[in-house]
């Protein structure tokens, strides 16, 4: 079974349209996060959720919304996609919040034409 | 505030030869230091940590990084290097009260057979 797992691997859509990553964990972990890398590589976070309340929320544009549903599922939706959207997202879990022992999703590579 | 810095992007090592992947850091107070491995189109894998104790940490795959507060480094090592080594390899710190793990800028390491 896939600890961390998010959906979908590829997304290609057009500039302005509105889009969701899913992802969800079977390892019981109490916190839960989305990560953005870049084409070089940069990995940086953008959201922690622990016990579904938000604890990290750095400097994202407002189009970026997660939810977290339950402690099990935290998804990204992005309204209104621009090109400098075009990424890898990476869901990640840990433990508890100050775990550094990430686990991490295979990634979604989103594309914006 | 936390920073980490890997100087080189790019390390080209022989097959049974040692290798080495170089982090420095910058923190408030003591840091609690991380090292990722991420393999292609794969998530990032946790190798190891160091928050307390002996300087030399021993993590997975044969891998060891040792901690050296004066030169504020944390470098990774491996005694002989395996093809399968190949991947792209980050260092990360977390400085006390911080909420989230800051990443560095990854080295690709290729292992030459």
């Known amino acids: 079974d896939t600890a961390v797992s998010q959906t979908p691997k590829y997304l290609v859509t057009q500039m302005g349209n509105d889009k969701s990553i899913k992802c969800e964990q079977n390892?019981?972990?109490?916190?839960m996060y989305w990560y953005k890398q870049d084409s070089k590589k940069f990995l940086k976070i953008m959201f922690s959720y622990n016990n579904k309340e938000l604890i990290i929320n750095e400097t994202v544009p407002n189009r970026f919304s997660p939810k977290s549903p339950d402690k099990a599922h935290l998804n990204l939706h992005i309204n209104s996609l621009e090109l400098g959207d075009s990424a890898v997202y990476f869901c990640?879990?840990?433990?508890?919040?100050?775990?550094?022992?990430?686990?991490f999703g295979s990634g979604t590579q989103l594309s914006v034409l | 505030a936390q920073s980490v810095a890997q100087p080189e992007d790019q390390v080209n090592v022989a097959e049974g030869n040692p290798l080495t992947v170089k982090c420095t850091y910058s923190v408030s107070g003591n840091p609690y230091l991380f090292w990722y491995v991420q393999y292609p189109n794969r998530g990032l894998q946790f190798l190891l940590k160091?928050?307390?104790?002996?300087?030399l940490v021993k993590g997975s795959y044969g891998f060891e990084a040792e901690f050296n507060k004066s030169q504020t480094s944390f470098h990774l090592k491996k005694p002989s290097a395996l093809v399968s080594d190949s991947a792209l390899y980050f260092c990360a710190v977390r400085e006390t009260g911080a909420n989230n793990l800051f990443f560095g800028t990854g080295t690709r390491l290729t292992v030459i057979p």
């Open positions: 990640a879990s840990s433990l508890r919040q100050y775990n550094e022992k990430l686990f």
């Open positions: 160091y928050i307390t104790g002996d300087n």
């Open positions: 390892l019981g972990h109490d916190t």
